[in-house]
């Protein structure tokens, strides 16, 4: 543990997976925000976004990993901080990878650390049984974590850091998908949860997060913030979805399998990469999981809900999405009667999280307006689209579809 020169008074709370460090010399001025709380009480907690230079961050990267940069750029986030991070060459870091993102969590997120090292280990497990997921770079204290105190002459705020390698890939926003890359993901949703069944921390309960607001259960809590939709259609139908859901999903979920969740396994969280078939056409393989900060317990049935809905953002042909995504999952888990009927009113709620959260935090945020709205741009459209269609009519074409896979002829 690295001496915090008083700013912290007594250090000795902070469990050993953690380091503290000061930077007095960084002066950061940063606006006070607030935005709706990730943990507690539902109401909404001030945080601080990070607003650290590339100057800074770079000497975050040297003095606690002992990493020297050559070059750093920002990457968008949602309410921490990322940058990627390219290392020179040295006589000591001549192996290894050479690319890294730094990851400066908010002040929030930063007072649960317990949280934080189970989802890092999370990383690290799944990366041992094949996933591809980051590497995680140990601080120079042998830690995966480090504490970072910034003094900013009236207050002293204090954020969590990591250094992931880099993953190399492409979104998948960026490319149109196939019924077949759809099937892989949805696989690959559940094989991800699945495997954690196998995963064991002391400090998992952790991930048991009361009214954490990315979870599929908090939907109720959206009624807080519809005030940021206006008086229109848009309004209407997600306060129709969430008394659907108060009716017909919170009754129900004694009967879904519990797990743990991904939890944003969206079109930008996925990386792939191509090579060339036997045939001369490209063919699509996943290189890289990324973004596990929303990470808790839910069910398997959340995660495929999710990643239904995340698939279907920039699909030409949304609604035949459901399908194939569902299908690819069930060769893994299959969904029981109950969970497959909740599956359509769980797309509709987690387009209306997205869609409402980040109407609400372009309020907050109106200067990353552009990375908050992705979802935005044709998720309203697709939540509409369902709606008028109806359950009986979506689920048909989905059931049908994912049917299709058994008979080894995909729709």
């Not at 503290?20 to 606006?31: E, G, Q, R």
């Not at 939907?219 to 259609?233: C, H, I, M, T, W």
Request: hydrophobic share 40%; net charge negative; glycine share 6%.
């Amino acid at each position: 543990m690295v001496s915090v020169y008083g700013l912290l008074g007594n250090a000795s709370h902070i469990s050993p997976p953690f380091e503290v460090c000061a930077i007095s010399y960084m002066m950061i001025l940063v606006t006070q925000k607030k935005i709706m709380s990730s943990e507690g009480d539902q109401q909404s907690q001030p945080l601080t976004k990070p607003s650290f230079s590339e100057v800074q961050a770079s000497a975050l990267v040297e003095s606690v990993f002992g990493l020297k940069v050559s070059k750093i750029q920002p990457l968008p986030s949602y309410d921490d901080q990322n940058f990627h991070v390219c290392i020179a060459r040295t006589k000591v870091t001549t192996d290894g990878p050479n690319e890294y993102v730094l990851k400066i969590s908010n002040t929030e997120s930063s007072k649960t650390p317990d949280l934080i090292e189970v989802q890092t280990h999370i990383i690290m497990f799944l990366r041992a049984a094949g996933f591809p997921t980051a590497s995680v770079c140990r601080t120079k204290g042998d830690n995966i974590t480090s504490l970072v105190s910034v003094d900013s002459g009236s207050e002293v705020k204090s954020y969590l850091v990591r250094l992931l390698t880099y993953l190399p890939g492409r979104p998948i926003a960026e490319i149109p998908i196939g019924p077949q890359l759809l099937y892989e993901i949805g696989r690959l949703a559940a094989k991800l949860d699945k495997t954690l069944e196998k995963f064991h921390h002391p400090k998992l309960s952790s991930l048991h997060r009361e009214n954490f607001i990315w979870n599929l259960k908090s939907v109720p809590l959206l009624e807080k913030y519809l005030f940021a939709l206006g008086q229109n259609r848009n309004r209407e139908i997600v306060e129709q979805v969430i008394q659907l859901f108060k009716d017909e999903v919170m009754t129900s979920l004694s009967h879904f399998r519990e797990c743990i969740n991904h939890g944003d396994l969206n079109d930008h969280n996925i990386l792939i990469e191509s090579r060339e078939s036997a045939f001369g056409d490209a063919v699509y393989q996943v290189s890289g999981i990324l973004d596990f900060d929303d990470m808790s317990y839910g069910y398997y049935v959340f995660e495929a809900a999710i990643t239904i809905m995340y698939m279907m953002i920039e699909s030409k042909t949304p609604i035949q999405v459901g399908g194939h995504v569902l299908a690819g999952f069930e060769s893994v888990v299959p969904l029981t009667p109950v969970e497959r009927g909740a599956l359509f009113l769980l797309v509709c709620s987690r387009f209306c999280q997205s869609l409402v959260l980040a109407a609400y935090s372009c309020q907050l945020y109106p200067e990353n307006e552009e990375y908050l709205m992705i979802t935005a741009k044709t998720g309203w459209k697709h939540l509409q689209q369902m709606f008028d269609m109806g359950r009986k009519a979506v689920e048909e074409i989905w059931f049908e579809t994912a049917k299709s896979y058994e008979s080894g002829i995909s729709m």
